[in-house]
């Protein structure tokens, strides 16, 4: 049965990193190539083992395509194009391709550099597998090769993000990556359109959750913000310039102008020029509001908003506001674990004074979000990676009733195997479409369909359905008409001519709805078959009956010749 | 300094939130803000930190059982708990919209009642194996009630659950058995608005029209104590205050709220004469008697809430209530759902269907309205709490 197999990589429950392997249609794909970011060992890295035992995997894959510049959905790619090696293409949107190897090469840094850990990736392993990337637009059918296709989906969730669709003949999939179902202050809701596609595959590792709102956790961060501005601090926010950085900035600027506060908000990050950039660059991944203003104001360039100066950080009493997630090994990371002292390199240990907040703002689909996209796209069938199947089958089981249709989900290292039934499309000759219609009947209907006969010619990857005439002249074959012949002997004192006419006499009597004729040359038509009467002269008695008939299956079952 | 203009792109609450915070008055002390998938009118304990609700639109209906923000039991660590999402432990599917949910102290069973069918159903909520809320079994009903029949658990330790939708009806049943342990004798087809075990023995049954009933499982006889001044047309809802599941009557006191905002507080001595009336200052519509709700906090001394009016939930300190004085003011109104984006773009405003106290958060309270809203808030008292 023709199938598409799904193998989430990866061991045991954990959910740290995404890397899934699609088989469709005879081909392989890769989703996403992401590190595991709990490890420090080779465990970080997804087990392409499972693909193959050694050796490289550009003959296994016919391509490999990265949602998003999260370190957890393409962290893994330098180690898996350069170290383990594939040469094929690597497909991900333009704002992703431009920021991927910032995100690596800053990753690379701490981990090398700064832990000095030596199974990883260097330099110029990022350069050369981003080489191989080939960037894709929203909405913008891609031939892989002449039988894969795939198309990226605006996904939300951080600039760049995409779902994607992987079409093969008329078997296709859905990947989400990691998707958001409602607008944020700078990017829009993830949209796709009814492609009903024969499998979705959607991250599940929020859908229990039923978010708080977002005002609120805006109204809190805010709050937290202020009131340490009305006691005289200062608010300092490290965090990665291309993730909720932008939302943050959007969501304090609008509350300065409001409540028309002068105290200024330092920014620190090494990429706040190239963020702007990156934001103008690719304006058209924001949302709606964002690019209206932009012709008045760049909404990256704040005027609350600067560059911060190191000499800042002695200062008592500051809150420090980290959303989202701080790399292992980082100061920021150590810091929200509750450590109080540092350990610096070259000096000595310095005292946390700060007041320290965690905060998560990042923009994910719960449950309510995961239905409303199944609504949108209309899947034959779900598949949910990244959960627990025993804290999972409750929306498994609203996933099945609300829309009919199956829901897996597999644990990681598990393939699971969904069955298809992908439509084959057949030309159909002219001629032999006017003969059906000629041969009158109602019309073709998709609810009632209606026998019909004809020659199935599969030449050069395509199928037709012709006449047998025009079938046999393409192959240059010559037509035989088959004939079937029977004698029956019966003893009949009669002339030839007078058993022929008792024949035809007791067939119209007894075949009433069958067309029967009595033909002057000697012969007796049942429909197509042909009766005559001959005998020998040496016994003038003994009449032979000959039947003749040609292969028509339905007409001749049905007479009843005794 | 001047105030600046407010612009209200961001929306009510935020613009709500913020005139607060200037004028230098903290009403909340937390506010969470939930948009369930359907709105629920029943909030019910099922541990410390889990509460229960279940869907009552739609024929259909889905029973959640979810685990409470863990942000709001950091304690000190509050800063450093991220976790301000409510998660869906274990859910079921029910046939029917659900009236009436209640949860068995002391096992993982839930008893509903809903307003097709004649029977409660028996759940089992499960355990870590598993996160789907079964059906184990069902009670048969004499009659079905459009609003449901009304169920309370029994405080016995053999669980049971006590039951009707009229007077003459109510029943104690066992549940593991289904066994008949004690019926109401008393003649009334009064329809049942709510009714309550006190301790293991003794219930209260408020009827719609607020008449009291008191009974004793002991005992096959039952008071019953008409009000006084009865008005037709008005729906009665009661709550009752007790200081610990088994107390004894002396400890405890009724409330009973009319749809037009009358309130009698009884003691569970005198049921007859109501130690105090008062006229609460809300406004009276009678297609909203369904979701009338009167609760006791179970924490701070002799304060009530009211919600089930309109789309606030006000709360009220008794202990200067008098019957003659004038209608009381509440020392805190949540009008959370009133402003919600919801509200503004739908016809109706949002009701109240119910609202619960934190079992032992002094002043958190949870409320639910008809646009699926869901808030978690701790309010500030703003005479106490300076």
Redesign the interface.
């Known amino acids: 049965m023709p199938d598409i197999k799904v193998t989430p990589l990866g061991a045991g429950q954990d959910v740290g990193r995404s890397c899934i392997l699609v088989s469709i249609g005879g081909k392989n794909i890769m989703l996403d190539c992401g590190m595991h970011m709990g490890y420090n060992d080779d465990r970080r890295f997804p087990d392409f083992s499972y693909i193959t035992q050694n050796g490289r995997l550009t003959e296994f894959l016919d391509c490999v395509i990265i949602s998003h510049f999260h370190l957890d959905h393409c962290g893994a790619l330098p180690y898996m194009s350069e170290m383990v090696g594939y040469d094929g293409p690597i497909y991900m949107t333009h704002p992703t391709k431009a920021i991927c190897p910032i995100l690596l090469e800053d990753f690379r840094k701490i981990t090398v550099d700064k832990k000095g850990e030596t199974n990883f990736f260097t330099s110029q392993m990022i350069k050369d597998c981003m080489k191989k990337v080939v960037p894709l637009n929203l909405h913008q059918t891609v031939q892989v090769d002449e039988e894969l296709e795939i198309k990226a989906y605006y996904a939300g969730h951080v600039l760049g993000a995409a779902m994607v669709q992987i079409k093969v003949g008329s078997e296709s999939v859905v990947y989400t990556g990691d998707y958001n179902m409602t607008p944020d202050r700078h990017l829009g809701a993830a949209w796709i359109d009814k492609c009903r596609p024969d499998l979705l595959i959607s991250e599940s590792t929020y859908a229990?959750?039923?978010?708080?709102?977002k005002?609120?956790?805006?109204?809190d961060f805010l709050?937290k913000v202020?009131e340490t501005v009305e006691r005289g601090g200062k608010v300092l926010i490290p965090v990665f310039a291309l993730g909720r950085a932008q939302e943050l900035c959007i969501l304090l600027e609008?509350f300065w102008e409001?409540?028309?506060l002068k105290a200024p908000i330092y920014f620190s990050t090494g990429l706040t020029e190239k963020a702007n950039h990156y934001y103008k660059l690719f304006i058209t991944w924001t949302n709606q509001k964002i690019r209206k203003t932009f012709v008045q104001r760049n909404m990256f360039e704040f005027k609350h908003i600067k560059a911060f100066d190191r000499s800042y950080a002695d200062n008592p009493g500051p809150m420090v506001i980290m959303p989202g997630y701080c790399v292992q090994g980082t100061v920021g990371h150590k810091i929200?674990n509750?450590q109080k002292k540092l350990e610096m390199e070259g000096r000595a240990t310095l005292d946390v004074k700060l007041?320290?907040?965690?905060?998560?703002f990042s923009a994910h689909a719960?449950?309510?979000g995961i239905?409303q996209l199944i609504r949108m796209a209309e899947p034959r069938n779900m598949l949910l990676v990244h959960g627990e199947a025993?804290?999972?089958?409750?929306?498994k089981?609203?996933i099945e009733?609300e829309f009919s249709i199956s829901c897996y989900m597999p644990a990681n290292g598990e393939t699971t195997s969904i069955v298809t039934n992908p439509s084959v499309p057949v030309d159909i000759s002219l001629n032999l479409l006017k003969r059906e219609m000629a041969l009158g009947g109602p019309l073709p209907d998709a609810k009632r369909p209606r026998t019909m006969h004809g020659t199935l010619i599969m030449k050069d990857n395509s199928l037709r359905l012709v006449s047998p005439e025009q079938a046999l002249k393409e192959l240059g074959l010559s037509e035989h008409q088959l004939r079937f012949t029977c004698r029956v002997q019966l003893h009949d004192p009669h002339s030839d001519n007078d058993t022929l006419g008792r024949i035809y006499t007791h067939l119209k009597s007894v075949l009433k709805t069958y067309s029967i004729q009595h033909v002057p040359d000697g012969t007796v038509i049942v429909e197509s078959i042909v009766i005559k009467v001959t005998s020998s002269a040496e016994e003038p008695n003994l009449k032979v009956i000959l039947l003749s008939w040609s292969y028509q299956v339905n007409k001749c079952d049905e007479l009843n010749l005794n | 300094?001047?105030i600046?203009q407010?612009?209200r792109a961001?929306?009510p609450?935020?613009h709500w939130?913020?005139s607060q915070?200037r004028n230098r008055q903290i009403r909340y002390k937390d506010?969470?803000?939930?948009?369930?998938?359907h709105p629920t009118k029943v909030i019910e304990w099922t541990g410390d930190k889990n509460i229960c609700v279940a869907g009552y639109t739609g024929s259909?209906s889905?029973i959640l059982e979810?685990l409470l923000?863990l942000k709001l039991y950091a304690g000190e660590?509050q800063?450093?708990?991220?976790e301000?999402?409510?998660?869906?432990?274990?859910?079921?599917?029910s046939e029917e919209p659900i009236e009436s949910l209640i949860h068995i102290s002391g096992t993982r069973c839930v008893v509903t009642s809903g307003s097709s069918s004649s029977t409660l159903q028996i759940w089992d909520i499960g355990g870590?194996?598993?996160?789907?809320?079964k059906r184990t079994g069902v009670i048969n009903l004499k009659s079905t009630s459009v609003k449901g029949c009304k169920i309370a658990p029994g405080l016995t330790d053999e669980p049971a659950v006590l039951h009707g939708s009229c007077i003459s009806e109510v029943q104690l049943t066992e549940i593991a058995t289904g066994r008949v342990l004690y019926t109401v004798a008393k003649e009334s087809s009064d329809s049942v608005s709510g009714l309550q075990f006190v301790n293991a023995c003794v219930f209260l049954i408020c009827a719609s029209d607020g008449t009291l009933f008191m009974g004793d499982t002991r005992d096959p006889s039952t008071c019953h104590y008409p009000l006084e001044d009865s008005k037709s047309g008005l729906h009665w809802a009661f709550g009752l205050r007790s200081d610990s599941s088994q107390s004894e009557p002396s400890g405890c006191t009724v409330a009973r709220l009319s749809s037009s905002g009358h309130m009698l507080l009884s003691d569970l001595r005198n049921l007859q004469s109501p130690f105090c009336q008062t006229q609460l200052n809300v406004q009276h519509d009678a297609s909203k008697n369904d979701f009338l709700n009167v609760s006791w906090a179970p924490v701070l001394d002799r304060c009530l809430s009211v919600s089930g009016f309109d789309g606030t939930v006000h709360i009220y300190n008794t202990i200067n209530w008098s019957t003659e004085g004038q209608s009381p003011q509440p020392v805190f109104s949540h009008r959370g759902h009133e402003m919600s984006d919801e509200a503004k773009y739908s016809g109706s405003p949002p009701v109240v269907t119910t609202h619960s106290w934190h079992q032992s958060r002094p002043k958190t309270i949870l409320s639910v309205a008809t646009d699926g809203s869901?808030h978690v808030w701790d309010w500030v008292d703003k005479i106490t709490d300076r």
């Open positions: 229990t959750t039923i978010r708080d709102s005002r609120c956790r805006e109204r709050k202020h609008t409001r409540m028309n929200l509750g007041q320290v907040e965690y905060m998560s719960d449950a309510k239905m025993k804290k999972m089958e409750f929306l089981d609203k009733q | 300094e001047a600046p407010t612009r961001d929306g609450i935020t939130q913020c915070r506010l969470h803000v939930f948009q369930l998938e259909r889905e979810l923000p660590n800063g450093l708990c991220a301000r999402d409510f998660k869906v432990q274990h859910g079921g599917f870590d194996d598993s996160d789907v809320i869901l």
